[in-house]
């Protein structure tokens, strides 16, 4: 598009359909007009290039370039653009004024040069001019007199439409995407982008010829994409040399290989320059489904492991004479290498050498599109069709863009990579089948501990000082978490298996349920820390102890607790956002949470850490001052024992207080011991221990009556009572 030192866009411009797989490297000649003749030489025109998505007519980026002589009357103007794998986004800290209207953009070839890009119907330099559009409907209206026609539609104003990809006879089989050709060119031509496993015109041939490779596990564990390397042999020229990327998938030791092209031979590259020979043949011939597992002797093996000292010494081409001895040597070698050859050796044990380029160097054109300090690898150094990213330890998703790092980890983060789309419950890895049995598992438990919990402190005499009413809370909030924490897992499988599909409500399910869980375990381990702290502070006053006073004091306290608990939990929701992955075909819905900066991510970590580490503390320091406190007092009121027997004493007769402390910390540490010493999740291999340790945060909550009620003889006494009393009425009713 023209446009003049006001951003005002000119209607003199040019549209092109540009299908990367089709067009890439062709040159395109595009004629621009000035408005006037002769041209206003006090304007200053310029060039501006916008690309959007076709499909979705969505802004993605665009280009300035200047004219260089203004003067002049024509002038030649040459550029190659470089398409960024992401759109544009919206420059926060824009100086540039774009309104209600407009978001401000960078040029993707100017880093300090910015513009407004206006909505439908808005134009100028800050997006307040105001026009009518004539555009058809399903059309975007850039300027009044410039429409973007969706895919099938053509015209001024995308008002015609294309019947060539709506043809029976034209239309692209096997869902193939049908792209019409411009239709300046040819109205009656169309291209079709194939899905992986077919080709052709229309998409009508099944790629039939499938490689299945079988890597071990130490190759697994080694390396996460394949290289795959086609050779195709020329008489008088160089040979063809094709590569493809492919992801291993995780829980999957074997890679498919869809030969879409003639080849005679066909390497794996694990590591950089760690090759394996997968095929070689002298002729080429149609394979059927090949099926087999990597070995080493397979490997292709560097020169300088094959040669002795004095041979390596040898200058290049004294030392390459010596190449077709050593297959021959070599009675298991299949094939070598060195900086500029790849050898094979064939059947009279000689080998075959070709040039191979070791050094291509496969990091997206220099644009780095992975996030985290990932590798970046394409399979094609200038016409690239896939790229893919090698992620670092603790990060993952399709850019590497999100990580495992933190005290807390979310379920999400733990289990969604185990869960295969697409398939049955049956179908899914043990680590699954595991989780859904101890789920199960605990909502059943954890039902029962809730409910004879309430029924026992819902007694007035359980409920005679402070500590009553904070088990009674602390036994509903059981009750509630245990449901969060069951319908958390369900919704997380049944949306990864793509039976939950509804976005509203997984949106919903993904701002609330994690801040819910968090706020429920905070709590309930606060208020196992205020039955420590006021059974301490009964032991330190002793006959001064205030019982009324305390059941007026905990209504206040578990009031101010759940209040204080909420508030710092409150930028989790917000933060919080679905975002779509799209990794090795399979499309997960990820919840994440991204904190807009440094700060708010320093604050989350430290609420997690008080939230953790306070109770932990509190509960460890009550149990020690119980112990010494009544030990100490009984020391010296009989003078005659040691110590250290009031201690056992104490610790027999205080075991009902301190067994509920030492559970809680003996839990803590275990949850603190698997966090830490596992650090993050480098990956879903390291999942297990994570797993246990996300498990282990609900126990204190399932365990109220067990560490609470059965070891004190006043609660088991009201809890028979309540027992009795529900018999006799069932009796009564019978």
């Known amino acids: 598009m023209l446009i003049d030192d006001q951003e005002t866009i000119y209607p003199y411009h040019e549209q092109i359909t540009f299908v990367p797989k089709r067009d ?403 179908q899914q890895p043990m680590i699954i089948k595991i989780s859904i049995g101890i789920t199960t598992i605990m909502f059943i438990l954890g039902l029962i501990n809730g409910i004879m919990s309430i029924l026992t402190f819902h007694m007035k005499k359980t409920r005679d000082v402070g500590c009553g009413y904070y088990l009674l809370v602390s036994s509903w909030i059981s009750i509630c978490l245990i449901i969060m924490l069951i319908i958390k897992f369900w919704q997380l499988l049944l949306t990864q298996m793509v039976i939950l599909t509804n976005r509203s409500f997984i949106n919903v399910n993904c701002i609330l349920l994690d801040m819910i869980i968090k706020i429920l375990i905070a709590f309930n381990d606060w208020l196992d820390t205020c039955v420590s702290i006021e059974r301490a502070m009964n032991v330190s006053k002793g006959v001064r102890f205030n019982k009324n006073k305390s059941k007026q004091m905990s209504k206040w306290v578990i009031l101010i607790i759940l209040t204080v608990t909420i508030l710092t939990h409150l930028h989790d929701p917000i933060h919080r956002q679905l975002i779509d992955d799209i990794d090795v075909d399979e499309k997960r819905i990820w919840c994440i949470v991204q904190y807009s900066s440094s700060s708010i991510s320093t604050w989350n970590s430290f609420i997690t850490f008080v939230h953790f580490l306070m109770p932990f503390l509190i509960n460890l320091l009550s149990i020690i001052f119980i112990i010494i406190s009544i030990a100490r007092s009984r020391s010296n009121l009989q003078t005659r024992l040691p110590f250290i027997d009031h201690l056992r004493s104490q610790l027999k007769q205080q075991k009902s207080h301190l067994i509920a402390s030492c559970v809680f910390i003996l839990i803590a540490l275990i949850r603190l011991f698997l966090s830490f010493t596992s650090g993050c999740m480098k990956s879903p291999n390291n999942s297990w221990l994570f797993l246990i340790a996300y498990f282990i945060s609900f126990l204190p909550s399932m365990m109220t009556f067990i560490v609470y009620i059965l070891p004190s003889k006043v609660y088991k006494k009201e809890f028979n009572t309540v027992v009795n009393r529900t018999v006799q009425r069932f009796r009564t009713v019978a």
């Open 24 to 426: 890439c490297q062709k040159k395109f000649n595009i004629y621009l007009l000035y408005p006037h003749r002769p041209k206003n030489l006090s304007s200053n025109y310029s060039i501006r290039i916008d690309i959007f998505n076709k499909i979705t007519l969505t802004y993605w980026a665009s280009w300035h370039l200047l004219i260089p002589f203004q003067f002049l009357p024509v002038n030649r103007i040459a550029t190659q653009l470089f398409i960024p794998t992401n759109t544009q986004k919206f420059e926060s800290s824009c100086s540039l004024s774009c309104g209600k209207h407009g978001r401000c953009m960078r040029y993707v070839n100017k880093n300090s040069s910015y513009f407004c890009q206006c909505d439908q119907g808005y134009s100028g330099r800050h997006c307040n001019i105001q026009h009518s559009c004539s555009c058809s409907s399903d059309s975007f209206c850039l300027t009044s007199s410039i429409c973007l026609c969706a895919m099938k539609k053509f015209g001024r104003n995308c008002s015609l439409t294309r019947s060539v990809c709506q043809s029976l006879n034209n239309s692209c089989e096997n869902n193939g995407l049908c792209i019409p050709v411009d239709d300046r060119i040819n109205i009656n031509d169309f291209t079709c982008l194939c899905k992986e496993n077919f080709y052709g015109k229309r998409c009508e041939n099944q790629i039939e010829d499938g490689i299945y490779i079988e890597l071990n596990e130490e190759m697994i564990q080694q390396v996460s994409i394949v290289f795959i390397h086609f050779i195709k042999a020329f008489d008088h020229s160089e040979h063809q040399h094709i590569t493809e990327i492919k992801k291993i998938k995780y829980g999957e030791n074997t890679i498919q290989i869809h030969v879409k092209q003639q080849f005679h031979i066909l390497f794996i590259e694990l590591l950089k320059s760690d090759y394996y020979l997968i095929i070689k043949q002298q002729t080429i011939q149609k394979l059927n489904q090949i099926q087999m597992k990597l070995s080493s002797n397979q490997q292709c093996v560097s020169i300088h492991e094959l040669m002795n000292s004095t041979l390596k010494s040898y200058t290049y081409l004294h030392r390459i004479k010596y190449y077709p001895l050593l297959c021959r040597q070599y009675k298991e070698l299949m094939c070598f290498y060195d900086e500029t050859y790849m050898c094979i050796c064939d059947l009279d044990r000689f080998s075959n050498c070709f040039i191979f380029n070791h050094s291509l160097t496969y990091d997206c054109q220099g644009h780095n599109y992975c996030e985290n300090n990932a590798q970046c690898f394409q399979d094609n150094p200038k016409c690239p069709v896939e790229s893919l990213c090698i992620c670092s330890d603790c990060y993952y998703g399709l850019r590497c863009q999100f990580t495992t790092e933190g005290f807390a980890l979310s379920l999400d983060y733990i289990l969604s990579y185990h869960i295969k789309p697409n398939l049955s419950f049956s």
